[in-house]
């Protein structure tokens, strides 16, 4: 019942969207859609396996289509990457996460790290650090709390500038994830250049946990990887309570999946929200 309101967790097929959208480009259909506020933001609450307190969030992107419903990301962020639409809608969405974020905190609460997810097309040195400062300095959100999440083949493609990138970004104050951490071919000398404060797991090693010995094993040498090298790690997509369990006794650090929450839209993130406390 409770799933059922939810509706936002359902896309529209890619036929749908193929076929709707053909004669009017999905650039535009796009482009469209920024002005027209069919845009937003859903917040998926991360949890600290230790405490049980919420850690952090992700923010994801949702399209609503007036016809089609919802159009799912992996849908619409390749082709805003093939036609650039990607920096302006990527501005949008740090924008949005640092306003709402910094709301909040005005209002009173208590608000953990906000993740954003960084395009490969926005992974250049001068328009990045830019787009990050102006994100920061408009909403007033302290540095630290905002958390970029870039995954490890957007980084691995070309490691050497990457570092650049990552270490001007560490300077602003931000905190620093590699997203999608296994499936990207990392070698570990280049890994261990990288500076960055969180790891966070493919769903893909997550899933086969615990029935998959390989990927119990996958899982727990990454996190020994991760904490050797003083990073937090992540899980991505945890559904059920036996992952939970397991990562929990490996040590892993944080959830994020199913299990605890689907994304949710703004409000009722706020309503997971403590009142600060005031001193
Ligand atoms: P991602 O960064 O790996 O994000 C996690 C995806 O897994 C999200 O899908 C999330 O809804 C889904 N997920 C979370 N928990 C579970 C779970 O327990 N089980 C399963 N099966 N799935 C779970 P979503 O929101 O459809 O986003 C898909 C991808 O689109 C993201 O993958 C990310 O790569 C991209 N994306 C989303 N929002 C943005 C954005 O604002 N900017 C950019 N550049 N990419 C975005
Ligand atoms: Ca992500
Ligand atoms: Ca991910
Ligand atoms: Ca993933």
Request: hydrophobic fraction near 45%; include cysteine.
């Amino acid at each position: 019942k409770e799933l059922g309101k939810n509706t936002y967790q359902f896309y529209a097929t890619e036929m749908n969207v193929a076929h709707h959208v053909s004669h009017l480009s999905l650039e535009n259909a796009l482009r469209f859609a920024m002005e027209r506020k069919q845009l937003q933001l859903v917040y998926q609450p991360q949890y600290d396996l230790l405490t049980g307190q919420l850690a952090g969030m992700e923010c994801l992107i949702r399209w609503h289509h007036p016809e089609l419903g919802l159009i799912s990301p992996a849908q619409f962020i390749p082709i805003a990457e093939e036609n650039g639409l990607i920096v302006a809608m990527g501005d949008w969405v740090l924008n949005e996460a640092c306003h709402t974020a910094q709301q909040w905190r005005l209002a009173g609460l208590e608000v953990p790290r906000i993740a954003v997810n960084l395009s490969v097309r926005q992974f250049k040195p001068l328009l990045l650090v830019n787009q990050i400062k102006l994100a920061l300095s408009s909403s007033g959100l302290p540095a630290h709390l905002l958390e970029l999440e870039v995954t490890e083949s957007v980084i691995m493609k070309r490691v050497h500038e990457a570092v650049e990138i990552l270490r001007e970004l560490k300077l602003l104050g931000v905190k620093l994830a590699i997203d999608d951490f296994g499936t990207g071919y990392s070698s570990l000398s280049q890994f261990k250049v990288l500076p960055l404060d969180v790891l966070k797991i493919d769903r893909s090693f997550i899933e086969g946990i615990p029935s998959d010995q390989d990927d119990v094993v996958i899982a727990e040498t990454i996190m020994i990887l991760a904490r050797k090298m003083g990073m937090s790690v992540v899980a991505e997509g945890v559904e059920t309570a036996k992952q939970m369990q397991l990562l929990q006794k490996m040590g892993c650090d944080v959830g994020q999946g199913y299990f605890f929450s689907r994304p949710l839209p703004a409000l009722e993130m706020q309503g997971l929200l403590k009142p600060a406390l005031s001193d």
